[in-house]
């Protein structure tokens, strides 16, 4: 089995559907978690794949992209469709899904609905 390491910035939610898909399919990953210090040191030092986060390392590859992420995520835990079709149909849907929920977001106050939804769901729903 690949030695996997999810990076991201607690704050930002988009390696939440990755960590969960690993974490319900049982495969384990080192789960790093970056502050804003450690995230401006790595940036200097070039080590950030395209200088984005989150970023998932198999073996000694880094990957960035939460959505080539969470299909990687899935398809190791199980948790994608074999039939192309009915894949590519499931992509289809989370992309209008990710469209409709980053346009909306830009209208909710970022202090207040934010920053409680991502409390909840790091508290309740994702370990």
Not at 8 to 18: L, M, S, T
Not at 45 to 72: I, K, N
Not at 90 to 110: A, F
């Amino acid at each position: 089995m690949a030695q996997i390491k999810v990076t991201y910035f607690p704050g930002k939610g988009r390696a939440e559907p990755v960590r969960l898909a690993l974490h319900v399919g049982g495969i384990e990953f080192e789960d790093e978690r970056l502050g804003v210090e450690a995230i401006k040191v790595r940036k200097g030092a070039g080590a950030l794949q395209l200088h984005f986060l989150p970023t998932m390392t198999v073996d000694d590859d880094v990957y960035a992209e939460s959505g080539a992420m969470l299909r990687y995520a899935g398809k190791l835990s199980g948790l994608y469709l074999k039939c192309d079709k009915a894949a590519m149909k499931l992509d289809m849907i989370r992309d209008v899904l990710e469209t409709v929920i980053l346009e909306n977001s830009k209208k909710i106050p970022r202090r207040v609905a934010k920053s409680s939804s991502r409390k909840w769901l790091r508290s309740t729903l994702v370990p």
